[in-house]
């Protein structure tokens, strides 16, 4: 992994630290990553998921995107998850997922790091 890529590692640990950070090697210098145990908002069954998504070796020059929540969550309402930013079904390192879509159209990579990536794709969940 690239130091950039490892250093993201790093600030997503410290930024969610009551949540298990798995991380695997790309190959090309960046990390896949998955954060559990997310808190998403009520309004999904379960509303706690896994959090997947690709730091590129670009990073910190590339947005970290898209990101993945676990397949099965359904609205509380029983309504599945699609549409407005969600895509599904999807796959996530062999899982059953369903793709979050939130680009950053104006990527400043001195205050865009994959941690602040992670917040805002999280506190964007909870308002669906």
């Not at 250093?7 to 949540?19: D, G, L, M, R, V």
């Amino acid at each position: 992994m690239t130091p950039e890529v490892e250093q993201a590692i790093t600030q997503i640990k410290e930024a969610f630290p009551n949540h298990p950070v798995d991380v695997e090697p790309e190959g090309q210098g960046g990390a896949y990553i998955t954060v559990n145990n997310v808190q998403i908002g009520e309004q999904y069954m379960p509303s706690t998921s896994w959090i997947g998504f690709l730091i590129t070796f670009q990073y910190p020059h590339a947005d970290v995107y898209p990101h993945f929540i676990d397949g099965g969550i359904r609205r509380v309402n029983g309504g599945l998850i699609n549409g407005n930013g969600f895509s599904a079904p999807s796959n996530w390192q062999n899982r059953s997922a369903i793709q979050i879509s939130r680009r950053s159209n104006r990527l400043n990579p001195a205050i865009d790091t994959a941690a602040t990536k992670l917040a805002k794709v999280i506190s964007w969940l909870k308002t669906q």
